[in-house]
């Protein structure tokens, strides 16, 4: 059983953002289901500022670390829109996708 990682995230420390959401999504694919909804709260806690990486994450990765950022920027909710609006625009294959998600937090 692999070691769970609540509170292993202080998200008040200084960070590179980035370089921890990348440690975190890499842990993923060797996790068990325990680890990954661990994980998945590590992410969530740092809320808008992950917005970004997580939509990139949704756009470039497969499996279980698309499916995290997915859940991600679901459960951090009206903070997530607006990143997936402007992804969209630029990715036109990207759009149905955003437009999933938007509807996922909007509750449309």
Do not use: C, H
């Not at 909804?37 to 939509?55: M, P, Q, S």
């Not at 609006?85 to 998600?101: C, G, I, P, R």
């Amino acid at each position: 059983m692999q070691a769970v990682l609540t509170n292993s995230v202080n998200v008040n420390a200084e960070y590179n953002l980035d370089q921890t959401l990348e440690r975190l999504f890499n842990d993923l694919d060797t996790a068990d289901n325990m680890t990954k909804n661990a994980i998945e709260n590590d992410v969530v806690k740092f809320g808008r500022d992950a917005a970004d990486f997580l939509v990139n994450k949704v756009r470039t990765a497969k499996g279980a670390q698309r499916g995290v950022a997915a859940m991600s920027l679901i459960r951090i909710g009206e903070d997530s829109i607006k990143p997936l609006k402007e992804a969209a625009t630029k990715d036109m294959n990207f759009q149905w996708v955003a437009n999933y998600l938007i509807r996922e937090i909007s509750g449309r």
